[in-house]
């Protein structure tokens, strides 16, 4: 029987065989599946911030919310979970929601939450099969780890499958 696991903003989890996993409300987040194809086990995190630097020395760090720390967290628990080292990803989000006359000191978040992850795929030596990032609309996205096929909803739009 397939089950949706739904995952919240800042968060992630790892689920397998029959299962989709699922997040809402990707603005400038961006939603990474790792996946592996052989034992149908995977995570999906909903990412909200590229890196944790500014954050260190809080009580209150939530790793979940940043790319540098959730990834390698979700990686090890998906491996943990009996997975191969035949790992791939997908993403999708990483837009840029709302329009400022001056770049903020900050950047565009939605483009340097995309970099990160890219980045931290390719020291892990992760390749990433697919993505749908960018723009300005906000999406949502569904991930069934029995097919592998990751369903994007962009608001307002068609469905999208990567």
């Known amino acids: 029987m397939e089950n949706i696991v739904k995952v919240g903003i800042s968060d992630y989890k790892i689920a397998q065989g029959k299962n ?4 809402l409300g990707l603005g400038s987040c961006v939603a990474i599946v790792i996946y592996d194809p052989a034992k149908k086990i995977g995570g999906l ?5 590229p890196d944790s630097q500014l954050f260190q020395g809080r009580k ?22 009996g997975s191969t080292k035949n790992l791939v990803a997908k993403i999708a989000g990483g837009a840029s929601m709302f329009q400022f006359s001056e770049v903020s000191k900050l950047g565009n978040i939605g483009d340097r939450n995309v970099k990160m992850v890219t980045d931290i795929l390719k020291q892990w030596q992760i390749p990433l099969i697919s993505s749908h990032t960018g723009g300005n609309i906000g999406r949502s996205v569904t991930f069934d780890l029995d097919t592998a096929k990751m369903e994007v909803k962009m608001v307002n739009r068609e469905k999208f499958e990567i």
């Open 20 to 23: 989709k996993l699922m997040t």
């Open 45 to 49: 995190s909903h990412i909200m911030l």
């Open 60 to 81: 209150d760090l939530k790793i979940e919310k940043f790319a540098d720390l959730a990834i390698p967290v979700m990686i090890h628990e998906i491996r943990k979970a």
